[in-house]
């Protein structure tokens, strides 16, 4: 089944004479609403009658998240906040991050690609999804939410946490489909199995996982320990939420990526050059259809390739492979996006500390964990007051918990203990095995 027959199914041609059609609509709208694209565009000497094919694309500015933050909380708004119905925030912050905005159709046309990939995840009107995405600022609670109820299934609007409760739920009110982190998969499954259920005889029959990178190992074990299917679902904030792409149940190899609404270009993180289909680089986005967040050319920072090869399914649209990695820092801990410089900030703003630190991330019962190991000043490490370490210890706990919404456990470290680096620092270890 497919949903949006008519669009998921175009041939070649047409979906590229729609996307120039549509790239030149919004190459203007943007020119002419957004102060950034405007001067962004002027100083790379482009006018938007310039782009007269689609291979122009590639004349036009990169934006960057960099460049979202800069224009932090709206200036990157194309519409007037009176034609924004809801905005949400790239997950990971909460102090100056990324806020981006949907006019009533743009929330509709994200609804519309949710319920296109529920049904090429094998979804219909008879399902019960439980959506354990988050509820919230986070993307993914609420476009599941709207997708699944688009399609008309009934949803579960279960929310992150409290684990207990969700397998209590799962067995109850038999949800025929889950929404969650492929990591939550695998820690329900575990968590349920210890609790005495037999976590293989329940309802569910197929995952919509995403939000975070994860590998066909872990595609089998939760497979294995849910008795279901598992299919990836990938997408951002910037350019949307969930739902930009969805693997389908047929190829189970690469995300379709929804092409009448984004262009996706890979290029060379290094030197911006696009690369040719098939190269693994940098996946960037242009959206051809959202009214209050365009985006021109955003570099996502996730490193895949894109595969043109037709798919079994019958929808036409380029496949992407699995996220392979990131070209910059940041990591995802427990759905969350962190940056190290963001924790560096925390550390710098407490006193006692000294700017040397590193993060173990790890995995420990499928859930990541985040330890903070930072070095102690000269002077409160020979004041030796066990108080004054409980309480430092606190406060970096809390001040990490508040600015970047996630938990981690602190260790403080005597002073010039921790590794010094004379080239590039490598402040993070990450042990996970995906
Ligand atoms: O994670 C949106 C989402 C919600 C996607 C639910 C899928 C399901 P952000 O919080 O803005 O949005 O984080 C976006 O998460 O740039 C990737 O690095 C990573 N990511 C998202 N989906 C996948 C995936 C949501 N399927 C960032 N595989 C992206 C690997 C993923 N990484």
């Known amino acids: 089944m497919i949903y949006n027959e008519e669009f998921e199914t175009l041939p070649r041609e047409a979906l590229d004479s729609l996307q120039l059609k549509r790239l030149q609509q919004v190459v203007q709208r943007v020119y002419h609403t957004v102060g950034f694209y405007r001067r962004a565009f002027d100083e790379k000497g482009v006018k938007p009658e310039d782009v007269r094919s689609l291979d122009d694309l590639k004349r036009l500015p990169f934006t960057t998240k960099q460049d979202l933050r800069e224009n932090y909380p709206y200036g990157m708004f194309a519409v007037p906040m009176s034609s924004v119905v809801r905005v949400h925030v790239s997950s990971g912050t909460t102090g100056r991050s990324t806020v981006v905005g949907y006019t009533k159709r743009d929330i509709d046309h994200w609804s519309e690609l949710m319920a296109r990939s529920f049904v090429m995840a094998g979804l219909t009107k008879n399902d019960i999804v439980h959506n354990a995405y988050g509820y919230g600022l986070f993307t993914g609670g609420l476009g599941a939410h709207y997708g699944a109820e688009k399609l008309g299934a009934s949803v579960i609007p279960m ?3 409290n684990t207990k409760r969700q397998i209590m739920i799962l067995q109850d009110f038999g949800p025929t489909a889950i929404c ?9 499954a575990e968590h349920g199995e210890e609790m005495g259920v037999d976590m293989k005889s329940l309802k569910l ?14 595609r089998q074990e939760i497979e294995t320990k849910l008795s279901i299917t ?42 911006g050059e696009v690369l040719p289909y098939g190269e693994t680089g940098e996946l960037v986005f242009t959206t051809l259809t959202k009214e209050a967040f365009p985006l021109i050319r955003y570099r996502t920072r996730d490193v895949t390739r894109l595969m043109r090869e037709p798919c079994k399914c019958g929808r036409t649209h380029v496949r992407m492979d699995r996220v392979m990695g990131r070209s910059d820092d940041m990591l995802i801990i427990r759905g969350v996006n962190v940056y190290p410089s963001q924790v560096e900030s925390v550390l710098v703003g407490i006193e006692g500390l000294e700017p040397h630190y590193r993060l173990v991330v790890d995995r420990e019962e499928n859930l990541d964990t985040l330890e903070v190991q930072v070095e102690l000043s000269e002077s409160i490490f020979e004041s030796g007051e066990i108080r004054a370490l409980q309480g430092l210890e606190k406060k970096i706990k809390k001040d990490i918990k508040d600015y970047l919404g996630v938990s981690a456990r602190v260790k403080l470290v005597e002073p010039k203990t921790l590794q010094r680096f004379e080239g590039k620092s490598k402040r993070v270890i990450d042990k996970r095995t995906i």
């Open 159 to 161: 929310s992150g946490g």
């Open 180 to 188: 969650c982190t492929p990591s939550y998969a695998l820690y329900l």
């Open 205 to 218: 029959r197929v995952g919509i996982l995403g939000a975070e990178p994860w590998s066909e190992k872990m």
């Open 230 to 271: 598992a299919l990836d679902i990938y997408g951002l904030s910037e350019v949307m939420g969930p739902g930009v792409s969805m693997e389908c149940q047929e190829g189970r190899h690469g995300l379709h990526i929804y092409e009448d609404h984004f262009i996706a270009e890979i290029i060379n993180p290094d030197t």
